[in-house]
């Protein structure tokens, strides 16, 4: 196949590692794969790299200088399936891995972290929503989740049978159990980790979506026992969290070895409060870890089993989610680990590739 896909950047957070990734794979399996990006600031072996001209002037501007160049520029040529990655008003397949954006601003609003007066940039990231999830802005939807599925139906009000639900799959040997003995002890000592403490990890940018300043409140209010809370991410508000930051907590900032990371962890926490998907919760089952994560991230929906015990319904619940982290920590943590470790064997990357490629075929056949 020929395919285009859209997307104004390439690094970033999950949707721009997912991007990355699948695009070299689609290209290492034969097809001819271009990215139409503003900013290429990533190499993709056999892909395609085309600028899209952007004008250089603040955020709201960049991205609706994007939305509206980068279909005209792939509307000149002829694809088999087109795909935008983004917020884009006109595409083949829109690929939803963050929730819609509509969501996202009530579920902050509700929780009062944002007012419900809208300004200039989220009016147009809404306007945007509706023109690509409109009968003119796709022929299908690729959604990460069943939530992000019901999410778009809600909201949009697309028919569900336009929705193909594909969860994100899991690089199995870069995140493994074996990584604890080889990597975890280092990592601990350059966390400043003492000795005998066990680790909370949460990864991720953007801490009030992801639910970090509900952990960072647990661990000034009523902390686990001898557990360090290890945040790891970019936000905008870094520097004052740091400041009012207690002695067991350590924020990294953004970093990239995150095998080592979680390999230097005992239980890895995402309480988000809006998650489409959440690619750490898998990474960290595949590391052997148990996950307490909440019901609003769309990989709680893989956690069945014993590991639905750590499963939180509302992130705001501090009592709940301090409940599931000392059962994750206590006598079962172990077992909890290797059942997590056998539910991301089941979601091998190669596997997503297989689905995603199947369902970006059939598009391409009904063209």
């Given at each position: 196949?020929?395919?285009a896909i859209?997307?104004?950047?390439?690094?970033?957070?999950?949707?721009?590692?997912?991007?990355?990734?699948?695009?070299?794979?689609?290209?290492?399996?034969?097809?001819e794969?271009?990215?139409?990006?503003?900013r290429?600031?990533?190499?993709?072996?056999?892909?395609?790299?085309?600028?899209?001209?952007?004008?250089?002037?603040?955020?709201?501007?960049?991205?609706?200088?994007?939305?509206?160049?980068?279909?005209?520029?792939?509307?000149?040529?002829?694809?088999?399936?087109?795909?935008?990655?983004?917020?884009?008003?006109?595409?083949?397949?829109?690929?939803?891995?963050?929730g819609?954006?509509?969501t996202?601003?009530r579920?902050?609003?509700?929780?009062?972290?944002?007012?419900?007066?809208?300004?200039?940039?989220?009016?147009?990231?809404?306007?945007?929503?509706?023109?690509?999830?409109?009968?003119?802005?796709?022929?299908?939807?690729?959604?990460?989740?069943?939530?992000?599925r019901?999410?778009?139906?809600?909201?949009?009000?697309?028919a569900?049978?336009?929705?193909a639900?594909?969860?994100?799959?899991?690089?199995?040997?870069?995140?493994h159990?074996?990584?604890?003995?080889?990597?975890?002890?280092?990592?601990?000592?350059?966390?400043?980790?003492?000795?005998?403490?066990?680790?909370?990890?949460?990864?991720?940018?953007?801490?009030?979506?992801?639910?970090?300043?509900?952990?960072?409140?647990?661990?000034?209010?009523?902390?686990?026992?001898?557990?360090?809370?290890?945040?790891?991410?970019?936000d905008?508000?870094?520097?004052?969290?740091?400041?009012?930051?207690?002695?067991s907590?350590?924020?990294t900032?953004?970093?990239?070895?995150?095998?080592?990371?979680?390999?230097?962890?005992?239980?890895?926490?995402?309480?988000?409060?809006?998650?489409?998907?959440?690619?750490?919760?898998l990474?960290?089952?595949?590391?052997g870890?148990?996950?307490?994560?909440?019901?609003?991230?769309?990989?709680?929906?893989?956690?069945?089993?014993?590991?639905?015990?750590?499963?939180?319904d509302?992130?705001?619940?501090?009592?709940?989610?301090?409940?599931?982290l000392?059962?994750?920590?206590?006598?079962?943590?172990?077992?909890?680990?290797?059942?997590?470790?056998?539910?991301a064997?089941?979601?091998?990357?190669?596997?997503?590739?297989?689905?995603?490629?199947?369902?970006?075929?059939?598009?391409?056949?009904a063209?």
């Amino acid at each position: 196949m020929r395919i285009a896909i859209m997307h104004r950047r390439l690094r970033g957070g999950g949707t721009e590692t997912d991007l990355r990734q699948l695009a070299t794979s689609l290209a290492g399996r034969g097809h001819e794969v271009h990215v139409f990006c503003a900013r290429s600031d990533a190499r993709l072996p056999g892909v395609q790299l085309r600028h899209v001209p952007v004008l250089a002037a603040g955020r709201l501007v960049r991205v609706l200088s994007f939305a509206l160049a980068a279909p005209r520029m792939v509307g000149r040529e002829r694809w088999d399936v087109v795909i935008g990655f983004g917020r884009t008003p006109r595409q083949d397949v829109v690929r939803c891995g963050g929730g819609t954006h509509r969501t996202y601003l009530r579920r902050m609003e509700a929780a009062g972290l944002r007012r419900a007066a809208r300004g200039p940039y989220h009016r147009a990231i809404l306007w945007l929503e509706r023109r690509q999830y409109g009968p003119a802005g796709h022929r299908r939807v690729l959604a990460v989740s069943r939530r992000v599925r019901d999410e778009i139906v809600a909201d949009y009000g697309v028919a569900p049978e336009r929705i193909a639900v594909v969860y994100n799959g899991v690089d199995t040997e870069r995140f493994h159990p074996a990584n604890r003995a080889r990597l975890g002890a280092a990592t601990r000592r350059t966390l400043g980790v003492p000795d005998g403490a066990r680790v909370c990890i949460a990864i991720g940018s953007g801490f009030r979506r992801k639910g970090f300043d509900l952990l960072l409140r647990l661990w000034r209010e009523a902390p686990p026992r001898d557990t360090v809370l290890v945040v790891v991410g970019d936000d905008e508000r870094l520097g004052a969290y740091r400041r009012t930051a207690g002695t067991s907590v350590v924020l990294t900032g953004a970093r990239d070895d995150v095998e080592s990371l979680l390999a230097a962890a005992d239980v890895a926490c995402v309480p988000s409060r809006q998650e489409a998907f959440g690619n750490v919760v898998l990474e960290a089952c595949a590391a052997g870890l148990p996950v307490v994560t909440s019901r609003l991230a769309g990989a709680a929906e893989l956690l069945d089993g014993a590991l639905a015990a750590l499963v939180v319904d509302d992130p705001e619940d501090l009592d709940a989610l301090a409940a599931a982290l000392t059962h994750a920590l206590g006598p079962e943590g172990a077992e909890l680990g290797r059942a997590a470790r056998l539910r991301a064997e089941s979601l091998p990357w190669a596997t997503h590739v297989d689905r995603v490629e199947a369902f970006l075929g059939e598009v391409a056949r009904a063209s």
